[in-house]
């Protein structure tokens, strides 16, 4: 299809979901992975997985990257010149559903640490590393909360998007790409793992995650800057940033409305 070459790429948060459809996607493009997660059993198994059915060599790093010690590791493994890195995937993540006005911020503390300080961290040692070599590809994993205004999650998801543009704008000329992936609504373990049942979710808005990372990595190919999986979120998007932003807060208040509702049924 499109990248490829006897090439490397590291996922982050490979092992589920989003970022496991991210690396079967590039495994079948022929590239060997390193995939970084808290769980190592899964690790482990996904990587055995994953290198039996494509005949490719795969890594794992065990790393908690709300952990400033764990994201340096993987941030070495990133700068390492004898093997190394052409694709990353920022993807790690979950839902952050606590609200600003809560006593408790460590769920902020963790999910900014998690979904933007290691993002960022992450990004720049690959980008470094990138273009000494004159080409490289630095994928964000964002989201289409990231156009509305619901809580944290929705700050940390426009953030993304923001920090990746700049990155861009400072590769600029360098032969490496940096690309923020918004997917709407895809069907993993993000909602369970937050509590959420999605049942306020219609049907036809969820997305299956291979079609998101597919539609994705053939955006980065064409070197886009923002990847937007499917004609019906791009729809969304382009809806969310020419409506007034009085109107996109009363959408944002009716969605999260409708989840708050769900989540005491
Ligand atoms: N699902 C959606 O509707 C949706 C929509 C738009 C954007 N996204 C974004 O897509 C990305 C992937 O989410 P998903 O839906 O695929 O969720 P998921 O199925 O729950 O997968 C999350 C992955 O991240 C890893 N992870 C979580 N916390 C981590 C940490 N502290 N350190 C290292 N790894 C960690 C998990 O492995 P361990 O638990 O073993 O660490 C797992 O591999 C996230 O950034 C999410 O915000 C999701």
């Not at 049907?203 to 994705?216: C, G, H, K, T």
């Given at each position: 299809?499109?990248?490829?070459?006897?090439?490397?790429?590291?996922?982050?948060?490979?092992?589920?979901?989003?970022?496991?459809?991210?690396?079967?996607?590039?495994?079948?493009?022929?590239?060997?992975?390193?995939?970084?997660?808290?769980?190592?059993?899964?690790?482990?198994?996904?990587?055995?997985?994953?290198?039996?059915?494509?005949?490719?060599?795969?890594?794992?790093?065990?790393?908690?990257?709300?952990?400033?010690?764990?994201?340096?590791?993987?941030?070495?493994?990133?700068?390492?010149?004898?093997?190394?890195?052409?694709?990353?995937?920022?993807?790690?993540?979950?839902?952050?559903?606590?609200?600003?006005?809560?006593?408790?911020?460590?769920?902020?503390?963790?999910?900014?640490?998690?979904?933007?300080?290691?993002?960022?961290?992450?990004?720049?040692?690959?980008?470094?590393?990138?273009?000494?070599?004159?080409?490289?590809?630095?994928?964000?994993?964002?989201?289409?909360?990231?156009?509305?205004?619901?809580?944290?999650?929705?700050?940390?998801?426009?953030?993304?998007?923001?920090?990746?543009?700049?990155?861009?704008?400072?590769?600029?000329?360098?032969?490496?790409?940096?690309?923020?992936?918004?997917?709407?609504?895809?069907?993993?373990?993000?909602?369970?793992?937050?509590?959420?049942?999605?049942?306020?979710?219609?049907?036809?808005?969820?997305?299956?995650?291979?079609?998101?990372?597919?539609?994705?990595?053939?955006?980065?190919?064409?070197?886009?800057?923002?990847?937007?999986?499917?004609?019906?979120y791009k729809t969304?998007?382009?809806?969310?940033?020419?409506?007034?932003?009085?109107?996109?807060?009363?959408?944002?208040?009716?969605?999260?409305?409708?989840?708050?509702?769900?989540?005491k049924a």
């Amino acid at each position: 299809m499109y990248l490829s070459g006897m090439l490397t790429a590291l996922v982050t948060g490979g092992t589920s979901g989003l970022g496991a459809a991210f690396a079967r996607s590039l495994a079948r493009e022929g590239f060997n992975l390193i995939l970084v997660a808290r769980n190592e059993d899964r690790l482990r198994e996904v990587a055995e997985d994953l290198a039996g059915e494509y005949s490719i060599h795969v890594e794992v790093i065990a790393a908690d990257l709300s952990d400033r010690e764990h994201v340096e590791r993987v941030a070495q493994r990133l700068a390492d010149t004898s093997a190394p890195v052409d694709l990353l995937v920022n993807n790690a993540g979950f839902s952050v559903g606590t609200p600003f006005l809560s006593e408790d911020f460590s769920p902020h503390d963790v999910g900014t640490d998690v979904m933007c300080r290691a993002v960022a961290l992450l990004s720049g040692a690959a980008g470094r590393s990138m273009m000494h070599r004159g080409t490289g590809w630095i994928v964000n994993i964002a989201s289409i909360a990231g156009c509305v205004t619901m809580g944290q999650y929705s700050s940390i998801k426009a953030y993304v998007t923001s920090m990746t543009e700049s990155l861009a704008v400072e590769l600029h000329g360098t032969g490496v790409q940096a690309t923020a992936v918004l997917p709407g609504w895809v069907r993993t373990e993000f909602h369970s793992r937050a509590g959420i049942a999605g049942s306020s979710i219609p049907n036809f808005m969820w997305l299956n995650a291979d079609s998101v990372a597919d539609e994705a990595l053939a955006d980065v190919a064409r070197g886009k800057v923002i990847s937007i999986p499917t004609i019906r979120y791009k729809t969304v998007f382009t809806a969310l940033h020419h409506l007034p932003r009085p109107t996109v807060r009363w959408i944002s208040r009716q969605v999260s409305g409708a989840r708050k509702r769900e989540k005491k049924a």
